[in-house]
């Protein structure tokens, strides 16, 4: 198996924009006030969404990196109460986390001699390969409810 191609389509697959847009597309330009507003059937605005996307792609590489790592209450702990960011500075935070968490996650992909197929020794049979997987599969699912929303909010090109 070659283990640089694999690791090189991954970090791809988690960077740019495939079969979908990706999660900074989706969210640039976005109007502060449609931030909070959650469309009529819906149960979260983007903000929610943007901050489920942040709590769960940390989790995911703290567990991947962390041997103390502690679990969080699912699914109280993944998502934000709050409805929309309490200012600006907190949306650009969450953006800029989601941004910088992810490269971390690339590094342990790209880390010399990183073996993405062993399992974690604080794990139940996961590894760094299927903790990939999940971050894509998590963020892609979540980024394409990011523009339904926009959709409905009438904020999507």
Request: glycine share 4%.
């Amino acid at each position: 198996m070659n283990t640089p191609t694999l690791v090189k389509s991954l970090k791809d697959m988690l960077l740019k924009a495939n079969a979908h847009v990706t999660f900074a597309d989706a969210v640039k330009s976005l109007p502060a006030e449609l931030r909070g507003e959650v469309p009529p059937r819906m149960p979260y605005s983007i903000w929610q969404l943007v901050e489920h996307i942040r709590i769960t792609q940390y989790d995911i590489l703290d567990f991947s990196r962390n041997p103390e790592y502690k679990e969080i209450e699912w699914p109280k702990a993944y998502w934000p109460e709050a409805v929309a960011p309490a200012n600006d500075a907190e949306w650009k935070h969450s953006i800029s986390q989601v941004e910088k968490d992810l490269h971390a996650f690339i590094g342990l992909l790209e880390a010399p001699g990183a073996d993405i197929f062993s399992p974690f020794p604080w794990g139940n049979g996961q590894h760094l390969f299927r903790e990939a997987i999940l971050l894509l599969d998590h963020t892609s699912y979540h980024t394409g409810e990011i523009v339904a929303v926009r959709r409905m909010l009438g904020a999507w090109h």
